[in-house]
């Protein structure tokens, strides 16, 4: 899990010139020893652009409740790493809708493809 979260928050760093940053990180695991428990690795890392960010959180503060934007890495009960994110549509169409933000479809779209790309990058 440490490497791919390295990977992961290096792949969205490689962006910073369009706006692109790793805010911080939450380790549940961590969380769950300090209170007696256990809990395979479940690593949150917080990022996002505020350069598209701050425009749509102007329209609606409500949206500071979803954005930044999370991807979560996590290990399994077999030892296979996992990396988890929400959609560029889902977060354009269902997330901004709930707040009564719109998006244009190309916004959708060009998440997604960053997305992907930092995905890609991670998982190589």
């Known amino acids: 899990v ?6 992961f ?6 962006k910073a010139a369009q706006g692109w940053t790793v805010f911080t990180q939450i380790d549940h695991a961590a969380a769950a020893e300090k209170a007696g428990l256990k809990l395979l690795p479940r690593m949150v ?3 996002g652009n505020p350069i598209t960010g701050t ?4 329209k609606a503060a409500t949206l500071a409740i979803d954005l930044p934007m999370k991807a979560v890495i996590w290990q399994d009960e077999q030892g296979v790493v996992w ?6 549509p889902y ?3 269902d997330v901004f809708g709930r707040h009564g933000v719109t998006a244009p479809p190309a916004a959708a779209e ?3 493809q960053f997305l992907k790309g ?3 990058q991670t998982v190589r």
Do not use: I, K, Q, W
């Open 91 to 93: 977060l354009m169409t």
């Open 45 to 47: 890392v917080v990022f």
């Open 2 to 7: 440490p490497a791919t979260v390295e990977r």
């Open 110 to 112: 060009m998440l997604a």
């Open 83 to 88: 990396l988890t994110y929400n959609s560029g």
């Open 118 to 120: 930092v995905a890609d």
């Open 9 to 14: 928050e290096e792949a969205v760093r490689s």
């Open 55 to 58: 425009p749509a959180m102007s």
